[in-house]
Antibody, heavy 119, light 110 residues
Protein backbone atom coordinates (compact mmCIF):
# COMPACT_ATOMS: atom_id res chain seq x y z
CA UNK A 1 0.00 0.00 0.00
CA UNK A 2 1.10 3.53 -0.72
CA UNK A 3 2.65 5.34 2.21
CA UNK A 4 4.42 8.66 2.61
CA UNK A 5 6.27 8.82 5.91
CA UNK A 6 7.53 12.21 7.00
CA UNK A 7 10.21 13.11 9.50
CA UNK A 8 9.39 14.27 12.99
CA UNK A 9 8.53 17.62 14.45
CA UNK A 10 11.16 20.35 14.52
CA UNK A 11 11.73 23.47 16.60
CA UNK A 12 13.93 26.09 15.00
CA UNK A 13 15.10 29.60 15.79
CA UNK A 14 14.44 32.50 13.45
CA UNK A 15 17.03 32.66 10.71
CA UNK A 16 17.74 28.94 10.81
CA UNK A 17 16.90 26.33 8.17
CA UNK A 18 14.77 23.21 8.39
CA UNK A 19 14.85 20.10 6.23
CA UNK A 20 11.82 17.80 6.17
CA UNK A 21 11.94 14.35 4.61
CA UNK A 22 9.21 12.30 2.96
CA UNK A 23 9.93 8.60 2.45
CA UNK A 24 7.75 6.88 -0.12
CA UNK A 25 6.81 3.22 -0.16
CA UNK A 26 4.34 0.97 -1.94
CA UNK A 27 4.84 2.42 -5.42
CA UNK A 28 7.51 3.39 -7.95
CA UNK A 29 8.98 6.57 -6.46
CA UNK A 30 10.10 8.00 -9.80
CA UNK A 31 6.66 7.59 -11.35
CA UNK A 32 4.93 10.31 -9.32
CA UNK A 33 5.62 13.96 -8.55
CA UNK A 34 5.99 14.99 -4.91
CA UNK A 35 4.44 18.29 -3.90
CA UNK A 36 4.95 20.18 -0.64
CA UNK A 37 2.07 21.99 1.03
CA UNK A 38 2.09 23.81 4.35
CA UNK A 39 -0.70 24.79 6.68
CA UNK A 40 -0.23 27.40 9.36
CA UNK A 41 -2.33 27.10 12.53
CA UNK A 42 -5.96 27.93 11.77
CA UNK A 43 -5.17 28.71 8.16
CA UNK A 44 -5.78 27.02 4.83
CA UNK A 45 -3.16 25.02 2.99
CA UNK A 46 -0.55 26.79 0.90
CA UNK A 47 1.27 25.23 -2.05
CA UNK A 48 5.05 25.50 -1.84
CA UNK A 49 6.23 23.65 -4.90
CA UNK A 50 6.92 20.26 -6.41
CA UNK A 51 9.69 17.98 -7.57
CA UNK A 52 9.76 15.38 -10.29
CA UNK A 53 11.72 12.56 -8.61
CA UNK A 54 12.61 11.08 -12.00
CA UNK A 55 14.32 14.16 -13.41
CA UNK A 56 14.78 16.16 -10.18
CA UNK A 57 13.14 19.12 -11.95
CA UNK A 58 11.47 21.50 -9.54
CA UNK A 59 8.86 24.21 -9.67
CA UNK A 60 8.44 26.55 -6.70
CA UNK A 61 5.71 28.96 -5.69
CA UNK A 62 6.86 32.50 -6.30
CA UNK A 63 6.68 33.51 -2.64
CA UNK A 64 9.16 30.78 -1.65
CA UNK A 65 11.61 31.29 -4.51
CA UNK A 66 15.11 31.68 -3.14
CA UNK A 67 14.18 30.25 0.24
CA UNK A 68 13.01 26.72 -0.55
CA UNK A 69 14.93 23.81 -2.04
CA UNK A 70 13.34 20.50 -2.97
CA UNK A 71 15.53 17.50 -3.60
CA UNK A 72 15.27 13.75 -3.73
CA UNK A 73 17.31 10.60 -3.22
CA UNK A 74 15.96 7.90 -5.51
CA UNK A 75 18.13 5.22 -3.86
CA UNK A 76 16.01 5.49 -0.72
CA UNK A 77 12.77 6.77 -2.30
CA UNK A 78 12.86 9.94 -0.27
CA UNK A 79 12.03 13.54 -1.09
CA UNK A 80 13.25 16.51 0.92
CA UNK A 81 12.08 20.06 1.43
CA UNK A 82 14.47 22.57 2.94
CA UNK A 83 13.29 26.03 3.95
CA UNK A 84 15.88 28.60 4.92
CA UNK A 85 15.89 31.96 6.74
CA UNK A 86 12.97 30.89 8.88
CA UNK A 87 10.63 33.48 10.38
CA UNK A 88 7.91 33.09 12.99
CA UNK A 89 5.24 32.94 10.27
CA UNK A 90 6.84 29.76 8.91
CA UNK A 91 5.39 27.90 11.88
CA UNK A 92 3.12 25.36 10.22
CA UNK A 93 2.46 21.72 9.48
CA UNK A 94 4.33 20.76 6.34
CA UNK A 95 2.90 18.00 4.16
CA UNK A 96 4.25 16.08 1.23
CA UNK A 97 1.70 14.76 -1.25
CA UNK A 98 1.85 12.55 -4.31
CA UNK A 99 0.65 13.40 -7.83
CA UNK A 100 0.57 11.02 -10.77
CA UNK A 101 1.20 13.42 -13.63
CA UNK A 102 1.72 17.14 -13.95
CA UNK A 103 -1.84 18.28 -13.42
CA UNK A 104 -3.30 15.43 -11.40
CA UNK A 105 -4.77 15.88 -7.92
CA UNK A 106 -3.06 14.84 -4.70
CA UNK A 107 -4.02 11.22 -4.08
CA UNK A 108 -1.85 10.38 -1.07
CA UNK A 109 -0.51 12.64 1.67
CA UNK A 110 2.15 12.29 4.29
CA UNK A 111 1.13 12.57 7.92
CA UNK A 112 2.50 16.09 8.21
CA UNK A 113 5.51 17.54 10.05
CA UNK A 114 5.06 20.36 12.53
CA UNK A 115 7.77 22.98 12.25
CA UNK A 116 7.77 25.53 15.03
CA UNK A 117 9.84 28.69 14.72
CA UNK A 118 10.49 30.08 18.16
CA UNK A 119 13.16 32.14 19.82
CA UNK B 1 -0.52 34.00 -7.19
CA UNK B 2 -3.50 34.94 -5.04
CA UNK B 3 -5.56 32.34 -3.26
CA UNK B 4 -8.82 31.29 -4.85
CA UNK B 5 -11.86 32.89 -3.22
CA UNK B 6 -14.22 30.71 -1.21
CA UNK B 7 -16.93 31.69 1.28
CA UNK B 8 -15.59 31.46 4.81
CA UNK B 9 -18.50 29.37 5.99
CA UNK B 10 -21.65 27.62 4.87
CA UNK B 11 -24.21 25.65 6.81
CA UNK B 12 -27.11 23.34 6.22
CA UNK B 13 -29.39 20.91 7.97
CA UNK B 14 -29.14 17.14 7.56
CA UNK B 15 -30.66 16.06 4.28
CA UNK B 16 -30.31 19.46 2.66
CA UNK B 17 -27.95 20.43 -0.16
CA UNK B 18 -25.26 23.07 -0.03
CA UNK B 19 -22.94 24.56 -2.65
CA UNK B 20 -19.49 26.00 -2.07
CA UNK B 21 -18.05 28.32 -4.70
CA UNK B 22 -14.42 28.78 -5.67
CA UNK B 23 -13.62 31.85 -7.73
CA UNK B 24 -10.34 32.36 -9.51
CA UNK B 25 -9.18 33.99 -12.69
CA UNK B 26 -8.67 33.20 -16.35
CA UNK B 27 -5.13 32.10 -15.41
CA UNK B 28 -6.22 29.33 -13.07
CA UNK B 29 -9.82 28.13 -12.65
CA UNK B 30 -10.80 29.49 -16.03
CA UNK B 31 -7.67 28.25 -17.78
CA UNK B 32 -7.81 24.53 -17.14
CA UNK B 33 -10.31 21.91 -16.07
CA UNK B 34 -7.94 20.92 -13.29
CA UNK B 35 -9.95 21.99 -10.28
CA UNK B 36 -10.01 19.67 -7.27
CA UNK B 37 -11.84 19.73 -3.98
CA UNK B 38 -10.52 18.43 -0.66
CA UNK B 39 -12.22 17.73 2.63
CA UNK B 40 -10.24 18.23 5.82
CA UNK B 41 -11.21 17.22 9.32
CA UNK B 42 -9.32 18.76 12.26
CA UNK B 43 -5.84 17.40 12.68
CA UNK B 44 -6.03 15.32 9.52
CA UNK B 45 -4.52 15.62 6.07
CA UNK B 46 -6.90 16.74 3.32
CA UNK B 47 -8.86 14.07 1.45
CA UNK B 48 -9.59 14.28 -2.26
CA UNK B 49 -13.33 14.51 -2.99
CA UNK B 50 -13.50 15.82 -6.56
CA UNK B 51 -10.87 16.15 -9.29
CA UNK B 52 -10.78 17.59 -12.82
CA UNK B 53 -13.83 19.74 -11.95
CA UNK B 54 -16.40 16.98 -11.68
CA UNK B 55 -14.82 13.54 -11.26
CA UNK B 56 -15.18 11.56 -8.06
CA UNK B 57 -12.41 9.24 -6.88
CA UNK B 58 -13.33 5.70 -6.08
CA UNK B 59 -14.90 5.48 -2.64
CA UNK B 60 -16.24 9.02 -2.48
CA UNK B 61 -19.99 9.28 -2.06
CA UNK B 62 -22.04 10.33 -5.09
CA UNK B 63 -23.56 12.97 -2.82
CA UNK B 64 -20.52 15.05 -3.75
CA UNK B 65 -20.49 16.69 -7.16
CA UNK B 66 -18.53 19.42 -8.88
CA UNK B 67 -19.02 21.85 -11.72
CA UNK B 68 -17.44 24.92 -13.28
CA UNK B 69 -18.56 27.98 -15.17
CA UNK B 70 -15.97 30.43 -16.39
CA UNK B 71 -13.66 31.36 -13.54
CA UNK B 72 -15.85 29.85 -10.82
CA UNK B 73 -15.97 26.23 -9.74
CA UNK B 74 -18.53 24.79 -7.37
CA UNK B 75 -18.82 21.86 -5.00
CA UNK B 76 -22.29 20.61 -4.17
CA UNK B 77 -23.03 18.25 -1.33
CA UNK B 78 -26.51 16.76 -1.36
CA UNK B 79 -28.24 14.88 1.42
CA UNK B 80 -26.04 16.51 4.07
CA UNK B 81 -24.84 14.21 6.83
CA UNK B 82 -23.22 15.03 10.14
CA UNK B 83 -19.95 13.48 8.96
CA UNK B 84 -19.75 16.04 6.15
CA UNK B 85 -18.95 18.75 8.69
CA UNK B 86 -15.39 19.75 7.85
CA UNK B 87 -13.29 22.32 6.04
CA UNK B 88 -13.35 22.24 2.25
CA UNK B 89 -10.63 23.57 -0.04
CA UNK B 90 -10.52 23.95 -3.78
CA UNK B 91 -7.32 23.88 -5.79
CA UNK B 92 -6.45 24.73 -9.35
CA UNK B 93 -3.41 24.37 -11.49
CA UNK B 94 -2.41 27.61 -13.17
CA UNK B 95 -1.17 28.72 -16.56
CA UNK B 96 2.27 29.26 -15.03
CA UNK B 97 2.56 25.61 -14.00
CA UNK B 98 1.92 26.22 -10.34
CA UNK B 99 -0.95 25.30 -8.06
CA UNK B 100 -3.13 27.52 -5.92
CA UNK B 101 -5.46 26.69 -3.03
CA UNK B 102 -8.69 28.34 -2.06
CA UNK B 103 -8.93 30.04 1.31
CA UNK B 104 -11.21 27.31 2.61
CA UNK B 105 -14.85 26.98 3.64
CA UNK B 106 -16.03 25.68 6.98
CA UNK B 107 -19.14 23.55 6.56
CA UNK B 108 -21.41 23.30 9.58
CA UNK B 109 -24.17 20.71 9.65
CA UNK B 110 -26.85 22.18 11.88
Amino acid sequence: QVHLMQSGAEVKKPGASVKVSCKASGYTFTGYYIHWVRQAPGQGPEWMGRINPDSSATNYAERFQGRVTMTRDTSISTAYMELSRLIFDDTAVYYCARVKVGTSPFDYWGQGTLVTVSS
Amino acid sequence: QSALTQPASVSGSPGQSITISCTGTSSDVGYYNYVSWYQQHPGKAPKLMIYDVSNRPSGVSNRFSGSKSGNTASLTISGLQAEDEADYYCTSYTSSDTLVFGGGTKLTVL
